[in-house]
C-alpha cells in the first residue's frame, strides 16, 4: 500500500497570502488529522476528519480550515498567512475501525515557510 | 487539561549504552499513551503503545516503556542502542473516553536521541 502523501513538500508564501495543503491517506484510511509542528510548540493538533466531517478541533484561530472529500483526501487551508505560521504541516490517517490501538500513519509533511 | 512533558530535549549516548526517555502526563481521566518516533526528514511512526494490561510494553526493535500510574509517568527505554536509533521520539496521550481512532493525539515536545559511535 502506498503511504500517506502529502503535496506540496515545500512552500513559500508571503504575509496575508493563503495556502492550501493536500493530503492523500492509505487507502481505507477514512480518519485523516492534522498537526503543525514548530521547534517551540512541537506537534499541536489542527483538527480530525471522518467521512467528510470535522470531528474535533484543536485550539487554533479559524484562519486554519480543512475539508475532507469523498475518497478521504483532505486539505487544509490557512488565510491570511503570518510569520508564526511557518511551520511543517503533518497529515496523519488511521483506520478508525481499529479503535484508539491503530496506529497514525503519518506523511513526510508539507514544509511551510512564510516571508 | 490533559498535558505530556518530556523531560529532556536532547540525549546524547555512546552506541551500546542503555538510555531512558523520560515522560510524564497529567490527566483528570485515564489516559492511552504511545510513544512516536520521527527519523530526519520523514514523518513519524508509531514505536508502542499501552492501552490496558500488562503496563510493560515492547516494540518490535528492543525498545520498552512501562507505564506507572502513581506516578504518572511512561519512561521509554532501551538496554543497548544503536547508531540508527538516533531519531526524536514523542511521547503522546489520548483520553480514554475519548473513543474512536487515535485522531486527537497530545504530543509531548520531543527528546532528541542522538547516538554516537
Known amino acids: 500500500k502506498a503511504g500517506v502523501t502529502q503535496t506540496p513538500r515545500y512552500l513559500i508564501k508571503t504575509r496575508g497570502q493563503q495556502v492550501t495543503l493536500s493530503c492523500s491517506p492509505i487507502?481505507?484510511?477514512?480518519?485523516v488529522s492534522w498537526y503543525q509542528q514548530t521547534p517551540g510548540q512541537g506537534l499541536q493538533f489542527l483538527f480530525e476528519?471522518?467521512?467528510?466531517?470535522?470531528?474535533n478541533k484543536g485550539n487554533f484561530p479559524g484562519r486554519f480550515s480543512g475539508r475532507q472529500f469523498s475518497n478521504s483526501r483532505s486539505e487544509m487551508n490557512v488565510s491570511t498567512l503570518e510569520l508564526g505560521d511557518s511551520a511543517l504541516y503533518l497529515c496523519?490517517?488511521?483506520?478508525?475501525?481499529?479503535?484508539?490501538?491503530?496506529?497514525?500513519?503519518f506523511g513526510n509533511g508539507t514544509r511551510l515557510t512564510v516571508t | 487539561a490533559q498535558s505530556v512533558t518530556q523531560l529532556d530535549s536532547q540525549v546524547p549516548v555512546f552506541e551500546e549504552a542503555p538510555v531512558e526517555l523520560r515522560c510524564n502526563y497529567s490527566?483528570?481521566?485515564?489516559?492511552?499513551l504511545f510513544w512516536y518516533v520521527q527519523y530526519p526528514n520523514q514523518g513519524l511512526q508509531l514505536l508502542l503503545k499501552?492501552?490496558?494490561?500488562?503496563?510493560l510494553v515492547e516494540s518490535i526493535n528492543g525498545f520498552e516503556a512501562e507505564f506507572n500510574k502513581s506516578q504518572t509517568s511512561f519512561h521509554l527505554r532501551k538496554p543497548s542502542v544503536h547508531i540508527s536509533d538516533t531519531a526524536e521520539y514523542f511521547c503522546?496521550?489520548?483520553?480514554?473516553?475519548?473513543?474512536?481512532?487515535?485522531?486527537?493525539?497530545?504530543f509531548g515536545k520531543g527528546t532528541k536521541l542522538s547516538v554516537k559511535p
Open positions: 499501552y492501552l490496558s494490561g500488562s503496563t
Open positions: 487507502s481505507g484510511h477514512r480518519s
Open positions: 490527566s483528570s481521566v485515564s489516559v492511552y
Open positions: 476528519y471522518f467521512s467528510e466531517t470535522q470531528r
Open positions: 503522546a496521550v489520548i483520553l480514554s473516553n475519548y473513543g474512536g481512532s487515535q485522531g486527537n493525539l497530545i
Open positions: 496523519a490517517s488511521s483506520d478508525p475501525r481499529g479503535g484508539v490501538g491503530s496506529p497514525l500513519h
